[in-house]
């Protein structure tokens, strides 16, 4: 009897592990799908990367405000509109180039967490860490598969800025995270008449820097750029793109996507060429376009 009690102990020990085991399964799975709710990602068929990092809305369960006690420049201010351009400006490039580029956007309230930050300033609480790790495990991702697929790609980080209202600020840490773009094809890739910039400035829009010895003063760039950009050898260009009010208002936000899609594809016309294996990203690029979008 002494035997017979003691293996259904040992029987009912098996249970409980297994059941805690299943707890623990689903607790982590649901940990991972939590966060990926208040994320919008998109898989592309271009080397372009959008991100947009701060117009998010939606609280965070469990999360309360970050009070930013001794962190630098702490700020929760939403760029009001800039989620809803990110995704304008990709529908923009899919029907612009036949193809989506790759998208990913934080649908969550920058001031539960702001994942343009290193960890230790982007988050107060432990259960906010999950959402943003699946954020930057997002854009992580999209970076490699564009590296994998292309060997190098562009990413533009979205954000607003209302100091200024009709202008936007580029910000690369003053061409540090443009550092392959400038090493193949000079300044002229970031300032000249067939950049990004300079085909939004030939549209009429107001771009800071602009002229004069061009360095970056203001919005100079944030995390994104500084650990995505390719000064680190990740073959992505990173820009920062910080749109004044006037031009993400919701009655301009079409025209501003549109206009943005437009310089992006001259752009990619005239410099994204050429590939470490020696074939043409043009031809790749056409290639990715003819595909169309999954």
């Known amino acids: 009897m002494t035997h017979v009690r003691r293996s259904r102990r040992i029987r009912a020990a098996h249970w409980v592990l297994a059941l805690v ?14 966060p990926a709710k208040l994320l919008t990602v998109w898989a592309g068929m271009l080397p372009i990367i959008l991100a947009a990092p701060h117009g998010g809305r939606e609280p965070i369960p469990g999360v309360l405000p970050r009070r930013g006690n001794g962190v630098p420049q702490f700020t929760t201010e939403r760029d009001s509109n800039t989620a809803e351009l990110a995704e304008a400006i990709g529908s923009a490039i899919r029907r ?20 343009n930050r290193p960890q230790g300033a982007a988050y107060e609480s432990p259960e906010a860490k999950p959402y943003y790790d699946a954020y930057h495990r997002a854009l992580g991702d999209a970076c490699e598969l564009v590296r ?22 580029r910000g690369t840490d003053n061409g540090r995270s443009v550092a392959a773009l400038q090493r193949a094809f000079g300044h002229e890739a970031l300032t000249g008449p067939k950049s990004i910039m300079g ?7 107001k771009i800071i820097p602009n002229g004069g010895d061009g360095r970056e003063r203001r919005y100079t760039g944030g995390y994104t750029t500084r650990i995505y950009g390719s000064h680190r050898g990740t073959g992505i260009d990173a820009i920062q793109l910080e749109f004044g009010r006037d031009l993400r208002a919701r009655r301009n936000l ?24 020696g074939a043409s990203k043009t031809e790749v690029w056409e290639a990715g376009t003819r595909r169309g979008p999954d």
């Open 21 to 34: 085991l299943f707890a623990h399964g689903l607790g982590s799975a649901q940990q991972t799908a939590e």
């Open 199 to 205: 085909q939004l400035a030939l549209k009429g829009y």
């Open 96 to 115: 612009r180039l036949g193809a989506r580029p790759y998208l990913v956007i934080a649908r969550f309230e920058r001031k539960y967490v702001d994942v």
């Open 148 to 169: 994998g697929r292309w060997t190098a790609g562009l990413l533009l980080d979205i954000h607003g800025q209302g100091s200024v209202p009709d202008t936007i600020f």
């Open 254 to 277: 079409d025209r501003t996507a549109r206009d943005l899609a437009d310089a992006v594809a001259v752009f990619a016309k005239e410099y994204v060429r050429f590939r470490a294996d």
